[in-house]
């Protein structure tokens, strides 16, 4: 294995993870924002006040995005294994 395979390899993972990460805290952040802005105007300082939303939007991102995020570590494991023979030889 030459030094570009190996970079090579790591940058495809770390892109995965970034764009899996992303797709879930993402959501969670503007959410967390909106509630943030709500308890200042508001002076409304409920510590579940900003949990639970973000909590939900979380769990709803894991439902509704669940099975893309599947498929994307399907196919990150795919490529690795399809390309073991060539990286080995």
Do not use: C
Request: glycine content about 6%; proline content about 3%.
């Amino acid at each position: 294995m030459t030094a570009e395979q190996i970079v090579s390899i790591m940058t495809l993972g770390i892109h995965t993870i970034i764009i899996m990460v992303a797709v879930l805290i993402v959501p969670g952040l503007i959410v967390g924002l909106i509630v943030s802005i709500f308890q200042a105007a508001t002076q409304i300082q409920e510590q579940t006040l900003s949990f639970l939303p973000r909590l939900m939007v979380t769990l709803f991102m894991l439902i509704f995005s669940g099975h893309w995020l599947l498929k994307q570590l399907q196919d990150l494991f795919n490529e690795l294994f399809h390309n073991i023979p060539y990286l080995i030889g």
